[in-house]
């Protein structure tokens, strides 16, 4: 893997996407909310060119298509939203297997985690999703993993990481942990912050 690779995160995205859902998660990859030094680069993988519309009407537009997408990066995340059922998410499903295979971290977030259920990713590792009735349902016949199912916000198994669709601030926490972004204090302070409204004092250096 180059060094360009090692800082590229590549956010994946279908139109009608969830917007808050990497609102916390990107810019502590790329800014470290002034708690940490930055290591990473945020980059959007879309189906196609072109800007793609969110649940909240704003349009991204991306970096790389599912075709031109690079093959080194540091970590995937699936952005939720309302598509993950259709066409376009089904080309998904060989990009996940990449991204395990390059043991890279992988993140799932709301229908994105579904998604991974829905394909057999999820049944061998410690998970959560849209509550577990909701993800048996849509992952139908391909998920056996109930047994490893948490209840909670968010869940990171090693370099993987899942979480519900209000989940996104402990999501993006587990994600930093995974891309060793940011020390465990700076991660708890960003959590503080993100929780209680309440903004962290900053240490001078």
């Known amino acids: 893997m180059s060094d360009e690779a090692k800082r590229e995160v590549l956010f994946l995205i279908i139109p009608e996407y969830a917007d808050w859902e990497f609102a916390v998660l990107a810019p502590g990859l790329r800014r470290g909310f002034g708690l ?5 680069e945020v980059k959007v993988v879309a189906p196609e060119d072109g800007p793609a519309m969110s649940i909240g009407g704003f349009r991204c537009l991306p970096d ?18 309302l598509n ?26 709301c229908d994105a985690s579904a998604f991974l259920g829905a394909h057999g990713f999820l049944n061998e590792a410690d998970h959560t999703s849209n509550g577990l009735a ?49 020390d465990e204090k700076s991660v708890a302070m960003m959590r503080q912050a993100f929780t209680s409204g309440i903004f962290p004092e900053i240490p001078e250096n």
């Open 134 to 182: 909701y993800l048996k349902q849509r992952a139908g016949a391909a998920y056996t993993g109930e047994a490893r199912y948490h209840a909670v916000p968010s869940v990171r198994d090693g370099k993987l990481v899942t979480a519900s669709g209000c989940g996104f601030v402990d999501f993006a926490c587990h994600m930093l942990a995974a891309l060793e972004a940011a």
């Open 84 to 109: 993950w059922w259709g066409e376009e998410a089904q080309r998904v499903v060989p990009i996940v297997w990449q991204a395990l295979a390059r043991n890279v971290a992988l993140g799932a977030i």
């Open 64 to 81: 790389y298509t599912f075709e031109t997408m690079p093959n080194d990066y540091a970590a995937l995340v699936l952005v939720g939203g």
């Open 36 to 40: 940490w030094a930055p290591q990473y």
